[in-house]
């Protein structure tokens, strides 16, 4: 079993920067790929961004250069700085972890936390 915590989210304005981290424990961090996926209310989840065990990275077609994922092994932690935020990524941000399955589908990820509330103002 893999636990993962998220913090970060928060209340901002259009433009603003929030930068969320996730926290994994229970499997060797290293050995984990990292994504983030979101859900807006009355919407599917959908991708956000992934981090591979080799530091390869994958976003989502909206994030469009605003948002940079990376990890920290040290810390078994997994960050996503989200820049120029918009109203429309209000949203609950989660992270999630598989041991290889693959980056960008939410079917390959085993692992879920609990989400962190975003919330973008006009």
């Known amino acids: 079993q893999v636990q993962l915590v998220e913090s970060g989210g928060g209340l901002v304005q259009t433009g603003d920067s929030l930068r969320l981290s996730c926290v994994a424990s229970?499997?060797?961090?290293?050995?984990?790929?990292m994504g983030w996926f979101r859900q807006a209310p009355g919407k599917e989840r959908e991708f956000v961004s992934a981090?591979?065990?080799?530091?390869?990275?994958y976003y989502g077609d909206f994030v469009r250069g605003r948002f940079s994922v990376s990890r920290d092994n040290a810390k078994n932690t997994v960050h996503l700085q989200m820049n120029s935020l918009k109203p429309e990524d209000t949203a609950t941000y989660y992270c999630?972890?598989?041991?290889?399955?693959?980056?960008?589908?939410?079917?390959?990820?085993?692992?879920w936390g609990q989400g962190t509330q975003v919330t973008v103002s006009s």
């Open positions: 999630a972890a598989n041991d290889g399955n693959g980056a960008t589908r939410e079917e390959y990820y085993e692992f």
């Open positions: 229970g499997r060797p961090f290293d050995r984990l790929i």
């Open positions: 981090i591979s065990f080799g530091n390869a990275k």
